[in-house]
């Protein structure tokens, strides 16, 4: 097994979404010893954004790309191919603004290339990242677990599904900005959510 671990937070240390990534790794781990990891940090090793200089370096064929233009395509096809080498993807997602940090969704538009990890058919999209299993760590200062107000699982299923990545599994701590007590409940929640998420 080869494990892919994306923590997305803005924060390097002390991230709650990261925390959860970790406990969600240790158990996958601990069941699975022989398993190799990938951590990809977005906050120490950010991906660029999708910029005007970026849409044209990866419209452009590659046999005409500047030197500046093949380099920026090269980070976008690495963070690709990384994503492709795992089996199973574990992403550590805050809930910032009731949506995604900025960082994931670099990596999101960094992954998502037609021809690549989706294309369009006859029929419609078709996701081209297949056979892998994902499980997604959130860390939420509230509680907005089934309610209209979580726009985080929508968003996920739809892009990640977009992509071919429909074996979705969601870990959740909630009301972590709620005072200790709700903070205790909300990391507990979350462990009985992680053995849910391995049954």
Avoid: C
């Amino acid at each position: 097994m080869k494990i892919l671990q994306i923590n997305a937070s803005a924060r390097r240390e002390g991230a709650n979404s990261t925390r959860v990534a970790q406990d969600i790794v240790a158990r996958l781990r601990a069941e699975h010893p022989d398993a190799e990891l990938t951590v990809r940090d977005l906050a120490a090793d950010p991906l660029p954004v999708l910029d005007e200089a970026a849409l044209a370096a990866l419209f452009t064929p590659a046999a005409m790309r500047t030197p500046e233009q093949a380099a920026r395509v090269a980070v976008a096809d690495a963070a690709v191919a990384e994503l492709q080498a795992h089996d199973l993807i574990v992403l550590g997602v805050p809930m910032y603004n009731f949506g995604v940090p900025v960082q994931f969704k670099n990596w999101i538009d960094a992954v998502a290339r037609a021809g690549l990890t989706f294309r369009y058919t006859a029929n419609g999209p078709e996701g081209l990242v297949t056979g892998k299993k994902v499980i997604v760590g959130l860390a939420r200062g509230g509680i907005y677990r089934d309610t209209p107000a979580d726009s985080q699982v929508p968003y996920l299923k739809s892009v990640l599904g977009f992509l071919g990545m429909t074996d979705l599994r969601f870990v959740y701590a909630e009301g972590l900005n709620m005072g200790p007590e709700a903070a205790a409940r909300g990391f507990d929640q979350a462990q009985a959510d992680i053995a849910a998420a391995l049954a």
